[in-house]
Nanobody, 124 residues
Framework: QVQVEESGGGLVQAGGSLRLSCLAS????????MGWFRQAPGKERQFVAT????????YYADSVKGRFTISRDNAKNTVYLRMNSLKREDTAVYYC?????????????????WGQGTQVTVSS
């Protein structure tokens, strides 16, 4: 069983930056593909970014490409999401997810373990 816990959310002004962290339990963290998703009120959960176990396969949603950066530190069992140039439409609960496979993935159904989410609110 894998437990996933996000942190680093908060309130930020438009144009600002935040870094989310995701700590995952499990002795084989380095073998998990990881991803970030987000869900705004009244909307479906949507893909944000994903990274393979080695970090050599990374994908972003078009809406965040060039502004967000996903990375991981396998020694710390942690994956990060650096968010720059934040916009009001980035406001959402951000979820970290892990999958029982080494590759990256872009759909929520490819992930097996989910955190509780962390709120990101971008004000104008």
């Amino acid at each position: 069983q894998v437990q996933v816990e996000e942190s680093g959310g908060g309130l930020v002004q438009a144009g600002g930056s935040l870094r989310l962290s995701c700590l995952a339990s499990g002795r084989t963290f380095s073998r998990y593909g990881m991803g970030w998703f987000r869900q705004a009120p009244g909307k479906e959960r949507q893909f944000v970014a994903t990274i393979s176990w080695s970090g050599d396969s990374i994908y972003y949603a078009d809406s965040v490409k060039g502004r967000f950066t996903i990375s991981r530190d396998n020694a710390k069992n942690t994956v990060y999401l650096r968010m720059n140039s934040l916009k009001r439409e980035d406001t959402a609960v951000y979820y970290c997810a892990a999958r029982n496979a080494v590759g990256s993935a872009v759909t929520r159904y490819d992930f097996d373990y989910w955190g509780q989410g962390t709120q990101v609110t971008v004000s104008s």
